[in-house]
Protein backbone atom coordinates (compact mmCIF):
# COMPACT_ATOMS: atom_id res chain seq x y z
CA UNK A 1 0.00 0.00 0.00
CA UNK A 2 1.24 3.43 -1.11
CA UNK A 3 2.73 5.25 2.11
CA UNK A 4 1.54 9.22 1.37
CA UNK A 5 3.70 11.96 3.45
CA UNK A 6 2.05 15.74 3.89
CA UNK A 7 3.03 18.39 6.29
CA UNK A 8 1.67 18.27 9.28
CA UNK A 9 -0.17 22.22 9.55
CA UNK A 10 0.01 25.06 7.39
CA UNK A 11 -1.40 28.54 8.12
CA UNK A 12 -3.16 30.83 5.53
CA UNK A 13 -5.34 34.04 5.41
CA UNK A 14 -8.97 34.58 3.76
CA UNK A 15 -8.99 34.58 0.23
CA UNK A 16 -5.40 33.41 -0.43
CA UNK A 17 -5.28 30.32 -2.98
CA UNK A 18 -4.45 27.77 -0.59
CA UNK A 19 -1.46 24.63 -1.85
CA UNK A 20 -1.26 21.34 -0.19
CA UNK A 21 1.18 18.65 -1.37
CA UNK A 22 1.29 15.42 -0.81
CA UNK A 23 3.97 12.38 -1.56
CA UNK A 24 3.36 9.21 -2.07
CA UNK A 25 6.40 7.70 -3.91
CA UNK A 26 5.28 4.09 -4.27
CA UNK A 27 2.19 4.56 -6.22
CA UNK A 28 0.97 1.64 -8.26
CA UNK A 29 -0.48 1.43 -11.47
CA UNK A 30 -4.29 1.01 -10.41
CA UNK A 31 -3.74 3.33 -7.39
CA UNK A 32 -6.04 6.72 -7.35
CA UNK A 33 -5.42 10.08 -5.37
CA UNK A 34 -8.32 11.09 -3.01
CA UNK A 35 -7.83 14.35 -0.46
CA UNK A 36 -10.50 14.28 2.50
CA UNK A 37 -11.66 17.20 4.64
CA UNK A 38 -12.36 16.42 8.41
CA UNK A 39 -13.63 19.40 10.58
CA UNK A 40 -13.76 18.81 14.58
CA UNK A 41 -16.48 16.55 15.88
CA UNK A 42 -17.15 15.30 12.10
CA UNK A 43 -15.95 12.25 10.23
CA UNK A 44 -14.20 13.41 6.79
CA UNK A 45 -15.80 14.30 3.77
CA UNK A 46 -14.60 13.57 0.00
CA UNK A 47 -13.28 16.76 -1.22
CA UNK A 48 -11.56 15.37 -4.81
CA UNK A 49 -10.51 12.10 -6.69
CA UNK A 50 -7.94 11.89 -9.54
CA UNK A 51 -5.95 9.58 -11.56
CA UNK A 52 -3.35 11.48 -13.86
CA UNK A 53 -3.20 15.17 -14.72
CA UNK A 54 -6.19 17.61 -13.35
CA UNK A 55 -8.75 17.42 -12.01
CA UNK A 56 -10.95 20.56 -10.95
CA UNK A 57 -14.76 20.59 -9.40
CA UNK A 58 -16.70 23.35 -7.57
CA UNK A 59 -14.70 23.02 -4.29
CA UNK A 60 -10.95 22.18 -5.25
CA UNK A 61 -8.30 21.34 -7.93
CA UNK A 62 -6.10 18.31 -8.02
CA UNK A 63 -2.84 18.59 -9.81
CA UNK A 64 -1.20 15.22 -10.51
CA UNK A 65 2.51 15.13 -12.08
CA UNK A 66 2.88 12.82 -15.01
CA UNK A 67 4.73 10.46 -12.82
CA UNK A 68 2.47 10.32 -10.27
CA UNK A 69 5.02 9.96 -7.13
CA UNK A 70 2.85 13.59 -5.49
CA UNK A 71 -0.17 15.31 -5.87
CA UNK A 72 -1.64 18.43 -5.07
CA UNK A 73 -4.61 20.09 -3.65
CA UNK A 74 -5.62 23.55 -4.56
CA UNK A 75 -8.62 25.59 -2.52
CA UNK A 76 -9.17 28.75 -4.68
CA UNK A 77 -9.66 32.05 -2.18
CA UNK A 78 -10.02 30.30 1.01
CA UNK A 79 -12.58 31.37 4.50
CA UNK A 80 -12.67 30.92 7.70
CA UNK A 81 -14.75 27.81 7.44
CA UNK A 82 -11.51 25.98 5.20
CA UNK A 83 -10.25 25.55 8.42
CA UNK A 84 -9.68 21.99 9.06
CA UNK A 85 -7.63 18.42 8.48
CA UNK A 86 -6.92 17.57 5.05
CA UNK A 87 -6.42 14.05 4.15
CA UNK A 88 -4.47 12.67 1.10
CA UNK A 89 -5.12 8.81 0.15
CA UNK A 90 -3.93 6.30 -2.26
CA UNK A 91 -5.65 2.99 -3.23
CA UNK A 92 -7.43 1.47 -5.87
CA UNK A 93 -11.61 2.50 -5.91
CA UNK A 94 -14.04 -0.33 -5.20
CA UNK A 95 -16.26 -1.46 -2.41
CA UNK A 96 -13.90 -4.39 -1.63
CA UNK A 97 -11.03 -1.94 -0.92
CA UNK A 98 -9.83 -0.38 2.20
CA UNK A 99 -8.14 2.50 2.96
CA UNK A 100 -5.26 3.71 5.02
CA UNK A 101 -5.49 7.76 6.46
CA UNK A 102 -2.03 9.20 6.80
CA UNK A 103 -1.18 12.54 9.10
CA UNK A 104 -2.86 14.88 7.38
CA UNK A 105 -2.54 18.81 7.08
CA UNK A 106 -4.16 21.20 9.60
CA UNK A 107 -4.98 24.26 7.53
CA UNK A 108 -5.75 27.09 9.88
CA UNK A 109 -7.34 30.13 7.89
CA UNK A 110 -7.08 33.35 9.78
CA UNK A 111 -8.73 36.76 9.06
CA UNK B 1 -23.81 8.61 -2.49
CA UNK B 2 -24.49 6.94 0.68
CA UNK B 3 -25.68 8.71 3.91
CA UNK B 4 -24.76 6.81 7.56
CA UNK B 5 -26.64 6.94 10.27
CA UNK B 6 -24.07 6.46 13.70
CA UNK B 7 -24.98 6.68 17.09
CA UNK B 8 -25.04 7.25 19.46
CA UNK B 9 -22.77 10.53 19.22
CA UNK B 10 -21.16 9.90 22.33
CA UNK B 11 -20.98 8.26 25.52
CA UNK B 12 -19.19 8.79 28.97
CA UNK B 13 -18.56 4.75 30.49
CA UNK B 14 -17.84 3.03 32.92
CA UNK B 15 -14.03 0.89 32.65
CA UNK B 16 -14.38 -2.59 32.64
CA UNK B 17 -17.96 -2.11 30.78
CA UNK B 18 -18.89 -2.91 27.15
CA UNK B 19 -20.27 -0.09 24.01
CA UNK B 20 -22.06 -0.98 20.91
CA UNK B 21 -21.71 1.61 18.15
CA UNK B 22 -24.65 1.40 15.42
CA UNK B 23 -24.60 2.31 11.80
CA UNK B 24 -27.16 2.10 9.52
CA UNK B 25 -26.49 3.12 5.65
CA UNK B 26 -29.61 3.92 3.47
CA UNK B 27 -28.38 1.72 0.66
CA UNK B 28 -27.01 -1.72 0.40
CA UNK B 29 -23.31 -2.13 0.76
CA UNK B 30 -20.99 -5.27 0.66
CA UNK B 31 -18.23 -3.93 2.94
CA UNK B 32 -18.19 -1.68 6.05
CA UNK B 33 -15.40 -0.10 7.62
CA UNK B 34 -14.55 0.66 11.15
CA UNK B 35 -11.91 3.42 12.52
CA UNK B 36 -10.63 4.53 15.12
CA UNK B 37 -9.67 8.34 16.07
CA UNK B 38 -7.66 8.84 19.06
CA UNK B 39 -7.70 12.28 20.40
CA UNK B 40 -5.71 15.17 18.03
CA UNK B 41 -4.52 11.83 15.44
CA UNK B 42 -5.59 10.58 12.23
CA UNK B 43 -8.26 7.40 11.49
CA UNK B 44 -6.77 3.99 12.02
CA UNK B 45 -8.42 1.21 10.46
CA UNK B 46 -9.77 -1.45 12.87
CA UNK B 47 -11.48 -3.73 10.57
CA UNK B 48 -13.29 -4.13 7.58
CA UNK B 49 -16.69 -5.94 8.34
CA UNK B 50 -17.81 -8.23 5.14
CA UNK B 51 -22.18 -9.19 5.61
CA UNK B 52 -22.09 -12.71 6.13
CA UNK B 53 -18.51 -13.59 7.00
CA UNK B 54 -16.24 -13.06 9.73
CA UNK B 55 -14.79 -9.12 9.70
CA UNK B 56 -11.00 -8.84 9.17
CA UNK B 57 -8.73 -7.02 11.38
CA UNK B 58 -5.90 -4.70 11.21
CA UNK B 59 -3.02 -5.40 13.04
CA UNK B 60 -3.23 -4.36 16.70
CA UNK B 61 -7.04 -4.90 16.98
CA UNK B 62 -8.91 -8.08 18.04
CA UNK B 63 -11.83 -9.82 18.00
CA UNK B 64 -12.08 -10.05 21.55
CA UNK B 65 -11.73 -6.97 21.77
CA UNK B 66 -13.84 -5.11 19.13
CA UNK B 67 -16.39 -7.82 18.16
CA UNK B 68 -17.90 -6.55 15.05
CA UNK B 69 -21.66 -7.44 13.73
CA UNK B 70 -22.53 -7.38 10.04
CA UNK B 71 -26.12 -8.99 10.14
CA UNK B 72 -27.21 -7.66 6.39
CA UNK B 73 -26.04 -5.11 4.07
CA UNK B 74 -27.26 -2.10 6.07
CA UNK B 75 -26.16 -2.24 8.85
CA UNK B 76 -23.31 -2.77 11.31
CA UNK B 77 -22.38 -3.18 14.96
CA UNK B 78 -18.93 -2.25 16.25
CA UNK B 79 -18.87 -3.33 20.69
CA UNK B 80 -15.88 -1.47 22.26
CA UNK B 81 -15.17 -4.57 25.10
CA UNK B 82 -13.71 -4.60 28.65
CA UNK B 83 -12.88 -0.52 28.22
CA UNK B 84 -10.27 1.17 29.99
CA UNK B 85 -9.54 4.92 29.83
CA UNK B 86 -6.73 3.93 26.35
CA UNK B 87 -10.14 2.87 24.71
CA UNK B 88 -11.34 6.88 24.82
CA UNK B 89 -11.31 7.72 21.31
CA UNK B 90 -14.05 8.68 18.19
CA UNK B 91 -14.98 6.00 16.16
CA UNK B 92 -16.65 6.18 12.83
CA UNK B 93 -17.76 3.48 10.63
CA UNK B 94 -17.85 4.31 6.59
CA UNK B 95 -19.06 3.09 3.14
CA UNK B 96 -17.92 2.91 -0.02
CA UNK B 97 -20.93 5.17 -1.63
CA UNK B 98 -19.77 4.76 -5.57
CA UNK B 99 -17.15 5.87 -8.11
CA UNK B 100 -14.67 5.44 -4.92
CA UNK B 101 -16.13 8.05 -2.61
CA UNK B 102 -16.13 7.04 0.70
CA UNK B 103 -18.53 8.08 3.16
CA UNK B 104 -18.71 8.20 7.01
CA UNK B 105 -20.37 8.33 9.60
CA UNK B 106 -20.40 11.35 12.21
CA UNK B 107 -18.60 8.95 14.70
CA UNK B 108 -19.06 8.55 18.33
CA UNK B 109 -16.63 10.26 20.79
CA UNK B 110 -16.19 7.93 23.88
CA UNK B 111 -14.91 8.69 26.81
CA UNK B 112 -14.02 5.97 29.01
CA UNK B 113 -13.95 6.85 33.20
Known amino acids: LAKTTQPISMDSYEGQEVNITCSHNNIATNDYITWYQQFPSQGPRFIIQGYKTKVTNEVASLFIPADRKSSTLSLPRVSLSDTAVYYCLVGVRGNFNKFYFGSGTKLNVKP | SAVISQKPSRDICQRGTSLTIQCQVDSQVTMMFWYRQQPGQSLTLIAT?????????ESGFVIDKFPISRPNLTFSTLTVSNMSPEDSSIYLCSVEGGGGQYTFGSGTRLTVV
Open chain 2, 49 to 57: ANQGSEATY
